[in-house]
Protein backbone atom coordinates (compact mmCIF):
# COMPACT_ATOMS: atom_id res chain seq x y z
CA UNK A 1 0.00 0.00 0.00
CA UNK A 2 1.07 3.23 -0.66
CA UNK A 3 2.13 5.75 2.12
CA UNK A 4 1.71 9.03 1.13
CA UNK A 5 -1.77 10.49 0.77
CA UNK A 6 -2.75 14.03 0.51
CA UNK A 7 -5.88 13.46 3.03
CA UNK A 8 -6.04 10.74 5.76
CA UNK A 9 -9.16 10.05 7.62
CA UNK A 10 -8.86 8.44 10.76
CA UNK A 11 -12.26 6.60 10.90
CA UNK A 12 -14.30 4.47 8.78
CA UNK A 13 -17.58 4.48 10.06
CA UNK A 14 -20.74 6.72 8.92
CA UNK A 15 -19.22 10.22 9.68
CA UNK A 16 -15.63 8.84 8.32
CA UNK A 17 -16.96 7.21 5.54
CA UNK A 18 -19.54 10.22 4.88
CA UNK A 19 -16.48 12.72 4.43
CA UNK A 20 -14.06 10.36 2.31
CA UNK A 21 -16.96 9.53 -0.31
CA UNK A 22 -17.69 13.46 -0.74
CA UNK A 23 -14.42 14.60 -0.53
CA UNK A 24 -13.57 11.47 -3.23
CA UNK A 25 -16.05 13.70 -5.27
CA UNK A 26 -13.37 16.25 -5.77
CA UNK A 27 -10.98 14.65 -6.56
CA UNK A 28 -10.08 11.46 -7.63
CA UNK A 29 -7.00 10.34 -5.59
CA UNK A 30 -4.63 10.66 -2.73
CA UNK A 31 -7.41 9.75 0.35
CA UNK A 32 -7.25 7.02 2.37
CA UNK A 33 -8.97 5.90 5.49
CA UNK A 34 -7.80 4.18 8.30
CA UNK A 35 -10.24 2.05 10.67
CA UNK A 36 -9.45 0.32 13.73
CA UNK A 37 -11.56 -2.30 13.14
CA UNK A 38 -13.80 -2.55 10.20
CA UNK A 39 -16.27 0.07 9.36
CA UNK A 40 -20.26 -0.88 10.67
CA UNK A 41 -18.40 -2.99 13.33
CA UNK A 42 -18.65 -0.47 15.87
CA UNK A 43 -21.26 2.98 16.41
CA UNK A 44 -22.22 2.95 12.97
CA UNK A 45 -23.35 -0.75 12.96
CA UNK A 46 -25.01 -0.83 16.40
CA UNK A 47 -27.99 2.09 15.58
CA UNK A 48 -31.63 2.74 15.02
CA UNK A 49 -30.44 4.91 12.63
CA UNK A 50 -33.15 7.07 12.03
CA UNK A 51 -32.54 10.25 9.93
CA UNK A 52 -34.50 12.46 12.78
CA UNK A 53 -34.93 16.53 12.97
CA UNK A 54 -37.58 17.34 15.05
CA UNK A 55 -37.63 16.72 19.15
CA UNK A 56 -33.86 18.51 18.87
CA UNK A 57 -33.40 21.76 20.10
CA UNK A 58 -32.39 24.58 20.46
CA UNK A 59 -34.24 25.34 17.00
CA UNK A 60 -31.10 25.88 15.15
CA UNK A 61 -29.52 22.90 15.78
CA UNK A 62 -32.73 21.27 14.46
CA UNK A 63 -31.98 23.16 11.41
CA UNK A 64 -28.64 21.77 10.99
CA UNK A 65 -30.26 18.35 11.38
CA UNK A 66 -32.87 19.57 9.18
CA UNK A 67 -30.27 20.25 6.11
CA UNK A 68 -28.90 17.27 6.07
CA UNK A 69 -32.11 15.19 6.05
CA UNK A 70 -32.98 17.04 3.07
CA UNK A 71 -29.99 15.78 1.35
CA UNK A 72 -30.76 11.94 1.40
CA UNK A 73 -32.77 11.54 -1.14
CA UNK A 74 -29.89 13.49 -3.01
CA UNK A 75 -27.42 11.10 -1.50
CA UNK A 76 -29.32 7.47 -2.31
CA UNK A 77 -29.66 8.90 -6.05
CA UNK A 78 -25.43 9.31 -6.24
CA UNK A 79 -24.37 6.53 -4.22
CA UNK A 80 -27.07 3.94 -4.47
CA UNK A 81 -30.46 2.76 -2.58
CA UNK A 82 -29.61 2.88 0.87
CA UNK A 83 -32.70 2.12 1.86
CA UNK A 84 -33.59 5.70 3.48
CA UNK A 85 -37.27 5.55 4.02
CA UNK A 86 -38.75 9.07 4.69
CA UNK A 87 -41.54 7.83 7.12
CA UNK A 88 -42.96 10.89 9.12
CA UNK A 89 -41.93 10.97 12.67
CA UNK A 90 -44.12 10.93 15.81
CA UNK A 91 -42.92 12.00 19.34
CA UNK A 92 -46.04 10.84 21.65
CA UNK A 93 -46.68 12.27 25.32
CA UNK A 94 -49.15 10.47 27.44
CA UNK A 95 -50.01 13.67 29.26
CA UNK A 96 -52.17 16.33 28.12
CA UNK A 97 -50.17 19.05 30.42
CA UNK A 98 -47.24 17.93 27.66
CA UNK A 99 -49.11 19.88 24.78
CA UNK A 100 -48.28 23.10 26.00
CA UNK A 101 -44.43 22.19 25.72
CA UNK A 102 -44.79 20.77 22.27
CA UNK A 103 -46.80 23.76 21.07
CA UNK A 104 -43.80 25.83 22.10
CA UNK A 105 -41.37 23.44 20.48
CA UNK A 106 -43.60 23.66 17.14
CA UNK A 107 -43.72 27.49 17.18
CA UNK A 108 -39.73 27.76 17.91
CA UNK A 109 -39.39 25.41 14.55
CA UNK A 110 -42.06 27.18 12.76
CA UNK A 111 -39.98 30.34 12.52
CA UNK A 112 -36.87 28.45 10.91
CA UNK A 113 -38.99 26.13 8.55
CA UNK A 114 -39.48 23.35 9.78
CA UNK A 115 -42.96 22.23 9.94
CA UNK A 116 -44.26 20.50 13.29
CA UNK A 117 -47.46 19.83 13.77
CA UNK A 118 -49.14 18.61 17.32
CA UNK A 119 -51.97 15.71 16.95
CA UNK A 120 -54.50 15.23 18.98
CA UNK A 121 -55.04 12.20 20.33
CA UNK A 122 -57.49 11.17 17.19
CA UNK A 123 -55.06 11.98 14.92
CA UNK A 124 -52.51 10.15 16.52
CA UNK A 125 -54.38 6.90 15.90
CA UNK A 126 -55.69 7.82 12.70
CA UNK A 127 -51.79 7.56 11.81
CA UNK A 128 -50.30 4.74 13.71
CA UNK A 129 -53.90 2.80 14.65
CA UNK A 130 -51.38 0.43 17.06
CA UNK A 131 -50.59 3.07 18.98
CA UNK A 132 -51.41 2.94 22.43
CA UNK A 133 -55.09 4.48 22.73
CA UNK A 134 -53.77 6.20 26.31
CA UNK A 135 -52.03 8.23 23.90
CA UNK A 136 -52.63 11.74 24.50
CA UNK A 137 -51.31 13.65 21.59
CA UNK A 138 -47.93 13.59 19.47
CA UNK A 139 -45.84 16.03 17.82
CA UNK A 140 -45.33 15.05 14.15
CA UNK A 141 -42.67 16.05 11.02
CA UNK A 142 -42.66 14.87 7.53
CA UNK A 143 -38.84 15.12 7.20
CA UNK A 144 -37.99 11.88 9.68
CA UNK A 145 -37.27 9.09 9.13
CA UNK A 146 -34.51 6.09 8.99
CA UNK A 147 -32.66 4.36 6.73
CA UNK A 148 -30.59 1.28 6.59
CA UNK A 149 -27.02 1.67 8.10
CA UNK A 150 -25.43 -0.83 6.79
CA UNK A 151 -26.38 -0.44 3.23
CA UNK A 152 -25.55 3.42 3.96
CA UNK A 153 -21.86 2.63 4.58
CA UNK A 154 -21.71 -0.22 2.65
CA UNK A 155 -22.41 2.34 -0.73
CA UNK A 156 -20.83 5.24 0.91
CA UNK A 157 -17.22 2.82 0.67
CA UNK A 158 -18.06 1.87 -2.25
CA UNK A 159 -18.69 5.09 -4.12
CA UNK A 160 -15.61 6.07 -2.38
CA UNK A 161 -13.70 3.12 -3.19
CA UNK A 162 -14.60 3.95 -7.45
CA UNK A 163 -13.55 7.46 -6.86
CA UNK A 164 -10.00 6.24 -5.59
CA UNK A 165 -10.20 6.81 -2.06
CA UNK A 166 -8.04 3.68 0.07
CA UNK A 167 -9.65 1.85 2.89
CA UNK A 168 -7.43 0.19 5.22
CA UNK A 169 -9.56 -1.87 8.22
CA UNK A 170 -8.63 -3.79 11.10
CA UNK A 171 -5.45 -1.36 11.22
CA UNK A 172 -5.54 0.63 14.34
CA UNK A 173 -3.79 3.99 14.70
CA UNK A 174 -1.16 4.04 17.72
CA UNK A 175 0.87 7.40 16.97
CA UNK A 176 0.62 11.13 15.25
CA UNK A 177 3.38 13.30 14.70
CA UNK A 178 3.22 16.60 12.99
CA UNK A 179 6.65 17.15 10.92
CA UNK A 180 7.68 19.53 8.24
CA UNK A 181 4.29 20.64 7.41
CA UNK A 182 2.85 17.23 6.99
CA UNK A 183 1.09 14.48 9.83
CA UNK A 184 2.40 10.87 9.97
CA UNK A 185 0.35 8.76 11.47
CA UNK A 186 1.65 5.26 12.73
CA UNK A 187 -0.82 2.44 13.21
CA UNK A 188 -0.60 -1.31 13.17
CA UNK A 189 -0.14 -1.77 9.59
CA UNK A 190 3.11 0.84 8.92
CA UNK A 191 3.69 4.05 8.99
CA UNK A 192 1.52 6.82 6.21
CA UNK A 193 2.36 10.76 5.88
CA UNK A 194 -0.55 13.01 4.33
CA UNK A 195 -1.07 17.24 3.96
CA UNK A 196 -5.11 16.73 5.52
CA UNK A 197 -5.61 14.91 8.49
CA UNK A 198 -9.18 14.59 9.45
CA UNK A 199 -10.18 12.63 12.88
CA UNK A 200 -13.15 10.95 13.11
CA UNK A 201 -12.90 8.12 15.19
CA UNK A 202 -16.39 8.75 16.91
CA UNK A 203 -16.22 7.50 20.07
CA UNK A 204 -12.47 7.40 20.20
CA UNK A 205 -12.25 10.78 19.39
CA UNK A 206 -10.59 12.46 22.93
CA UNK A 207 -7.51 8.88 22.58
CA UNK A 208 -7.23 10.08 18.86
CA UNK A 209 -6.46 13.82 19.99
CA UNK A 210 -4.32 13.14 22.65
CA UNK A 211 -1.91 12.14 20.20
CA UNK A 212 -1.96 15.32 18.96
CA UNK A 213 -1.58 17.20 22.11
CA UNK A 214 -5.68 18.30 21.27
CA UNK A 215 -8.56 17.42 23.83
CA UNK A 216 -11.36 16.56 22.18
CA UNK A 217 -13.98 16.41 24.43
CA UNK A 218 -16.43 13.37 23.51
CA UNK A 219 -17.57 10.93 26.06
CA UNK A 220 -19.07 7.52 25.69
CA UNK A 221 -22.92 6.87 26.02
CA UNK A 222 -24.61 3.20 25.58
CA UNK A 223 -27.68 2.71 24.11
CA UNK A 224 -29.56 -0.89 24.18
CA UNK A 225 -32.10 -1.80 21.52
CA UNK A 226 -34.18 -5.02 21.40
CA UNK A 227 -34.86 -6.45 17.97
CA UNK A 228 -38.34 -8.61 17.46
CA UNK A 229 -39.10 -11.13 15.00
CA UNK A 230 -40.03 -10.09 11.78
CA UNK A 231 -43.84 -9.02 11.96
CA UNK A 232 -46.22 -8.26 9.58
CA UNK A 233 -45.83 -4.28 8.40
CA UNK A 234 -47.97 -2.38 11.00
CA UNK A 235 -45.92 0.81 12.21
CA UNK A 236 -46.47 3.66 9.54
CA UNK A 237 -43.39 6.30 10.87
CA UNK A 238 -40.66 6.21 12.69
CA UNK A 239 -41.48 6.79 16.06
CA UNK A 240 -38.95 8.27 18.78
CA UNK A 241 -38.20 5.09 20.21
CA UNK A 242 -38.89 2.53 18.21
CA UNK A 243 -39.14 1.59 13.96
CA UNK A 244 -40.03 -1.02 11.97
CA UNK A 245 -37.10 -2.02 9.65
CA UNK A 246 -38.01 -3.75 5.73
CA UNK A 247 -37.84 -7.22 7.02
CA UNK A 248 -40.38 -6.37 9.47
CA UNK A 249 -38.51 -6.41 12.54
CA UNK A 250 -39.31 -3.89 14.92
CA UNK A 251 -36.19 -1.91 16.58
CA UNK A 252 -36.87 -0.46 19.92
CA UNK A 253 -34.66 1.62 22.16
CA UNK A 254 -33.84 4.91 23.06
CA UNK A 255 -31.24 4.33 26.56
CA UNK A 256 -28.34 6.56 27.49
CA UNK A 257 -26.00 5.29 30.31
CA UNK A 258 -22.48 6.41 30.85
CA UNK A 259 -20.81 3.17 30.34
CA UNK A 260 -17.38 3.89 28.66
CA UNK A 261 -16.85 1.07 26.22
CA UNK A 262 -18.94 -1.33 27.65
CA UNK A 263 -21.42 -2.99 25.33
CA UNK A 264 -23.28 -5.23 27.30
CA UNK A 265 -26.81 -5.85 27.35
CA UNK A 266 -28.25 -5.46 30.90
CA UNK A 267 -31.59 -7.23 32.03
CA UNK A 268 -33.00 -3.42 33.66
CA UNK A 269 -32.30 -1.52 30.86
CA UNK A 270 -33.72 -4.55 28.19
CA UNK A 271 -36.89 -4.64 30.91
CA UNK A 272 -37.32 -0.39 30.81
CA UNK A 273 -36.97 -0.91 27.17
CA UNK A 274 -39.48 -3.31 26.48
CA UNK A 275 -42.03 -1.52 28.75
CA UNK A 276 -41.40 1.55 26.72
CA UNK A 277 -42.34 0.10 23.79
CA UNK A 278 -45.49 -1.81 24.93
CA UNK A 279 -46.63 1.31 26.37
CA UNK A 280 -46.25 2.90 22.81
CA UNK A 281 -47.81 -0.12 21.31
CA UNK A 282 -49.15 -2.19 22.93
CA UNK A 283 -49.81 -5.25 20.50
CA UNK A 284 -45.74 -5.48 20.58
CA UNK A 285 -46.43 -7.45 24.08
CA UNK A 286 -47.13 -10.83 22.02
CA UNK A 287 -44.06 -10.20 19.92
CA UNK A 288 -40.97 -12.13 20.51
CA UNK A 289 -37.72 -10.89 21.22
CA UNK A 290 -34.57 -12.67 18.72
CA UNK A 291 -31.80 -10.13 19.61
CA UNK A 292 -31.05 -7.14 21.84
CA UNK A 293 -27.72 -5.59 21.56
CA UNK A 294 -25.91 -2.55 22.69
CA UNK A 295 -24.09 0.60 20.61
CA UNK A 296 -21.53 3.07 21.98
CA UNK A 297 -22.33 6.53 20.97
CA UNK A 298 -20.09 9.67 20.37
CA UNK A 299 -21.23 12.65 22.40
CA UNK A 300 -19.75 15.72 22.69
CA UNK A 301 -19.77 17.47 26.54
CA UNK A 302 -21.97 19.81 25.23
CA UNK A 303 -24.71 17.36 22.70
CA UNK A 304 -23.45 19.45 19.71
CA UNK A 305 -20.86 18.54 16.67
CA UNK A 306 -17.64 19.41 17.13
CA UNK A 307 -16.52 20.17 13.73
CA UNK A 308 -13.86 22.34 11.21
CA UNK A 309 -10.65 22.81 11.55
CA UNK A 310 -8.58 22.56 15.04
CA UNK A 311 -7.29 26.07 16.18
CA UNK A 312 -3.63 25.91 16.11
CA UNK A 313 -3.17 23.05 13.69
CA UNK A 314 -2.85 23.80 9.94
CA UNK A 315 -4.43 21.45 7.86
CA UNK A 316 -5.79 19.51 10.52
CA UNK A 317 -9.64 19.10 11.05
CA UNK A 318 -12.09 17.08 13.54
CA UNK A 319 -16.02 15.73 12.71
CA UNK A 320 -17.25 14.20 15.94
CA UNK A 321 -21.11 13.92 16.79
CA UNK A 322 -23.58 12.45 18.08
CA UNK A 323 -26.60 11.86 15.45
CA UNK A 324 -23.60 10.59 12.89
CA UNK A 325 -26.48 8.69 10.65
CA UNK A 326 -28.52 11.99 10.33
CA UNK A 327 -25.95 14.44 10.13
CA UNK A 328 -23.38 12.04 7.83
CA UNK A 329 -24.31 13.69 4.25
CA UNK A 330 -24.22 17.67 5.49
CA UNK A 331 -21.40 17.09 7.52
CA UNK A 332 -19.16 15.15 4.42
CA UNK A 333 -20.05 17.92 2.59
CA UNK A 334 -19.49 20.89 4.78
CA UNK A 335 -15.56 19.16 5.45
CA UNK A 336 -15.24 18.97 1.56
CA UNK A 337 -16.16 22.31 1.16
CA UNK A 338 -13.76 23.61 4.14
CA UNK A 339 -10.47 21.69 2.61
CA UNK A 340 -11.41 22.01 -0.65
CA UNK A 341 -12.36 26.15 -1.06
CA UNK A 342 -11.30 27.04 2.79
CA UNK A 343 -15.06 27.97 3.42
CA UNK A 344 -18.50 26.63 3.89
CA UNK A 345 -21.95 26.79 2.75
CA UNK A 346 -23.33 27.10 5.96
CA UNK A 347 -21.71 28.68 8.81
CA UNK A 348 -20.26 25.96 11.23
CA UNK A 349 -18.65 28.62 13.68
CA UNK A 350 -20.79 27.73 16.86
CA UNK A 351 -19.28 23.82 16.05
CA UNK A 352 -15.69 24.97 16.60
CA UNK A 353 -13.74 23.03 19.13
CA UNK A 354 -12.19 26.64 20.18
CA UNK A 355 -15.61 26.78 22.44
CA UNK A 356 -14.77 24.58 24.74
CA UNK A 357 -11.87 27.17 25.55
Same mark, same amino acid.
Given at each position: METNYETIVIGGGVVG???????????????LVLDKKYPMSGTSGS????????? &???????EFNMYSAELYPYLSKKIGDVEYKRTGGLSPFFNESDREKAQKLAESYRKIGIKIKVLSREEVLEKEPYMNPEVAGATYS???????????????????????????????????? &??????????? &????ECKNLILAGGTWSREIGDMLGVKIPVNQLRGQILVSEPLKPFLNFTISGLRQANNGEVLMGYSMEEAGFNRATTLDVIQETANMAVRYVPGLRKAKIVRAFSGIRAMPEDGFPILGEVPGFENLYVAATHSGVTLSPLIGTLITELIIDGETSIPIDRYSLSRFG
Open positions: SGIAYHLSEQYKEGVTQAWVWVHN &KTPSWYASIDGNVNPFRLIDMYMRAAKRNGVRYSAYNKVTEIK &KQDGKYLVFSD &KGAF
